[in-house]
Nanobody, 115 residues
Framework: QVQLVESGGGLVQAGGSLRLSCLAS????????MRWYRQAPGKQRELVAT???????NYADDVKGRFTISRDNAKNTVYLQMNSLKPEDTAVYYC?????????WGKGTLVTVSS
């Protein structure tokens, strides 16, 4: 059983920055591939960023160059640094990992970007 708890969301003006955190339970966090998803009102959940066990990263096209995913295995935490935020980044952001075919999700943290 893995528990994921996101934090760091809030209200920010366009052009601003936020850093999201996701704390994971479990002693083998370093083996997890971690992902950030988001779901905007009325839209499907979409993948934003992925970080592998070795630290390699991938991003959705519309956040490349603005968002950075990172991890601290000693703290069982994955981060999403979000810069140059746009109103269209407004969404609930979810942390995710998949272990042995089972998906685990946090409850999400709301990011609202005002214009």
């Amino acid at each position: 059983q893995v528990q994921l708890v996101e934090s760091g969301g809030g209200l920010v003006q366009a052009g601003g920055s936020l850093r999201l955190s996701c704390l994971a339970s479990g002693s083998i966090f370093s083996f997890y591939v971690m992902r950030w998803y988001r779901q905007a009102p009325g839209k499907q959940r979409e993948l934003v960023a992925t970080i592998s066990r070795s630290g390699s990263t991938n991003y959705a096209d519309d956040v490349k160059g603005r968002f950075t995913i990172s991890r601290d295995n000693a703290k069982n935490t994955v981060y999403l640094q979000m810069n140059s935020l746009k109103p269209e980044d407004t969404a609930v952001y979810y942390c995710n990992t998949e272990i042995l075919g089972m998906d685990y999700w946090g409850k999400g943290t709301l990011v609202t970007v005002s214009s």
